[in-house]
């Protein structure tokens, strides 16, 4: 059994790059196992691990989540245990991930924070790296910047423990410059660069249901869709006239209009749309029968439209990866951009 361990740097989607390798280990035949040993949080409970209950899922693995989020403390807690009770402490974690291990072929190690600025998710992480053994994964966002001097020493400090570093959310059009300045620099550090990510809007999208909570609304009809993702939001147009080629703009959206603009609904309806959120009142009947020939939840609520507006922006940017949704983009995003051929060496593959 192997541990790899995925650090973030800048707090840059570590669940993310978990899912998207765990599931191509997976995928080739692995037995994957999955571990956030130190959830570090005040007053919370194992029930309360999104991202566990999420890899459990992903993984498909059959453990209770307290096995895979065992450990629960407060930044405070967690320092005074690696600085004054290390000995207990490793004891736990070993006990811990030996129970996640069992009867898997790797361990997927999820550190507790990004380590930017960070000097106890730092010390636990390296911390866990050297009691537990394993290889690492390095994680950082294009705009924190793979030249950025403390990722280079965190890097150099784990030594041949780290099998590369991986660029996320890199714009896709400079993917390819990109992949090949980062590559010519990280080696003149003595640095793998295991990939990069392209930027996705699918991945910074909410869901359906998401939203609908954070503007407090209410779903109407196709209950079943809450789980789909919503990239881009769009206000009526000026005219029903222009409607049509101004609501064809954009995919993957939630169309906000007032309830009194059933033009305005209909042009919408008329394009693909994710969702329709009405302002003020419940739509008209033509509104509702051609939502309902196009599949197309109706949200209403009786808030204002510039509300409403800061309420999806909010749940945009509150967005968690843990969504069924994501996982396909995320894997489909990593299938030629990550070296997995030099990930599965470093783990004994």
């Known amino acids: 059994m192997t541990v790899l361990q995925i650090i973030s740097f800048d707090s840059c989607c570590k669940t993310t790059i978990a899912a998207g390798i765990g599931k191509k280990l997976l995928n080739s035949g692995r037995k994957v196992g999955y571990i ?16 566990a209950q999420f890899m459990k899922g992903v993984l498909e693995i059959q453990d209770d989540i307290e096995v895979l989020c ?13 600085s004054e009770d290390i000995e207990n402490f490793t ?19 999820e550190s507790p924070a990004g380590l930017q600025g960070n000097k106890v998710a730092e010390l636990a992480t390296t911390t866990l790296l050297e009691k537990i053994g394993g290889k690492a994964v390095l994680v950082v966002c294009y705009d924190t910047g793979y030249r950025n001097q403390e990722l ?24 390819t410059s990109v992949q090949k300045e980062a590559g010519d620099y990280l080696k003149t ?11 996705s809007r699918a991945l910074m999208g909410a869901s359906i249901a998401e939203i609908t909570s954070a503007i407090g609304g209410e779903l109407l009809t196709f209950k079943e869709k809450k789980g789909e993702l919503v990239e881009n939001v769009m206000l009526g147009a000026m005219t029903p006239d ?23 609904q209909l042009a919408a309806l008329d394009t693909p749309v994710k969702c329709l959120i009405i302002s003020g009142g419940k739509p008209t009947t033509s509104v509702m029968v051609k939502a309902d020939d196009k599949k197309v939840p109706l949200i209403v609520v009786d808030k204002d ?6 309420g999806i922006e909010q749940a945009l940017a509150a967005a968690r990866f843990t969504n069924p949704g994501k996982l396909q983009v995320i894997s489909n995003l990593m299938e030629n951009r990550i070296d997995f051929k030099a990930l599965n060496a470093a783990l004994g593959y």
């Open 36 to 51: 956030k040993p130190v959830h570090a949080r005040d007053k919370v409970q194992a029930a309360d691990c999104v991202d």
């Open 70 to 82: 065992p450990l629960h403390v407060s930044q405070e807690d967690l320092w005074k245990s690696l």
């Open 91 to 109: 004891v736990k974690i070993k006990a811990a991930c030996d129970k996640a291990a069992s009867g898997k072929d790797v361990l997927i190690m």
């Open 152 to 175: 280079v020493q965190f890097a150099k400090k784990l030594g041949d423990k780290l099998i590369g570093l991986v660029i996320n959310r890199v714009p896709e059009a400079k993917a």
């Open 189 to 199: 550090e003595n640095i793998a660069l295991l990939g990069i990510i392209p930027e």
């Open 242 to 264: 222009s409607g049509k080629d101004y609501f064809s703009r954009l995919k993957n959206k939630a169309v906000v209009t007032r309830s009194e603009r059933a033009d305005m």
């Open 305 to 310: 439209i510039q509300e409403i507006v800061g």
